[in-house]
Structure formats: structure tokens, C-alpha cells
């Protein structure tokens, strides 16, 4: 059972992050990382960790880091 913690700190590391670095309220204009290569990181950790395969144009739609967590938790193998 991963956390939304647990999420986040994936969500950072896909970006090359630390962990602990971001918060749910962190958005794509505060995060260099969030650019194509971390989106790339990001849909490979999301089908690694969650098995869940989201579409290049679903992830262009998301504005924080609270946007991937609803994301994971709605459609990700993850229990809440």
C-alpha cells in the first residue's frame, strides 16, 4: 500500500529529484525537471511501480504534483 507520500517521492525521483523535495502543491513551473525527459522518467516509474500506462496527452494535462497522485490513486495498482 503506497502512500501519497510514497507517491510523491516517486514522482521526484523519476525528475531526478530528491525525495522529500517536492510537496503536493509543487506545479510544473516550479520544476525544471518537468520537462519531456522527466515526463519520459515519469510514465516509465508510473508503469514500473503502479503497472499503469498513461497516455503522453494525460500527463501534458497535469499541472502538480497533487494531479499525479489523484492519477495514480484513480487508475494506478495501488490501494489507497
Known sequence: MASDLEI??????AFGLEPGTLTPESG?????EWDSMGMLMLMAELDERYDLIVEEEVLAGLETV????KLVRAQGDVAA
Open 8 to 13: 510523491i517521492d516517486m514522482v521526484a525521483q
Open 28 to 32: 510544473r513551473e516550479e520544476i525544471d
Open 66 to 69: 497533487a494531479d499525479i497522485v
